[in-house]
């Protein structure tokens, strides 16, 4: 999967005649291109792949950079309340919460971890 910015550059534009990318050393095909994600930018830009293949050809270790939540704006206290229990049940006061800087609509927040931590990292995202 292909962020928006990420396909554009690349010159594809549709996911028709199984185009691939070559990334890590190993070709990986386009399988569908996101639409433009507004308040996560980096999304735009990325080649999201699975699990898998990130362990094999990048050194995932299983633990999250980053976890995105969408949330109806009338929850987001809520959720915002949840989330560092649900990312780290053991250390939650790991987890700090604040709105994304560009074009946050009202109730937007991120929870974020240390980036020492080997725990997911959680920010609300468009």
């Known amino acids: 999967m292909l962020g928006y910015e990420a396909a554009r550059a690349l010159g594809i534009g549709t996911v028709t005649g199984e185009p691939r990318i070559w990334l890590g ?6 399988i ?3 639409h433009p994600v507004e308040l996560a930018p980096e999304i735009d830009r990325a080649a999201l792949i699975g699990f898998e293949m990130a362990a094999e050809d990048f050194r995932y270790d299983g633990h999250p950079s980053r976890i995105y939540v969408r949330a ?8 915002a309340r949840m989330l560092p229990r649900a990312t780290d049940p ?4 790991k987890s700090t919460s604040a709105a994304p800087q ?3 609509p009202p109730g937007s927040w991120s929870a974020t971890r240390s980036p ?5 990292w959680a920010r609300w995202a468009c």
């Open 72 to 79: 109806d704006t009338a929850s987001t206290a809520e959720v």
């Open 32 to 34: 569908g291109i996101l």
């Open 116 to 120: 020492r931590s080997s725990s997911a």
């Open 102 to 104: 560009t074009h946050s």
């Open 25 to 30: 050393g190993r070709w990986y095909a386009v």
């Open 90 to 93: 053991e250390s939650p006061a």
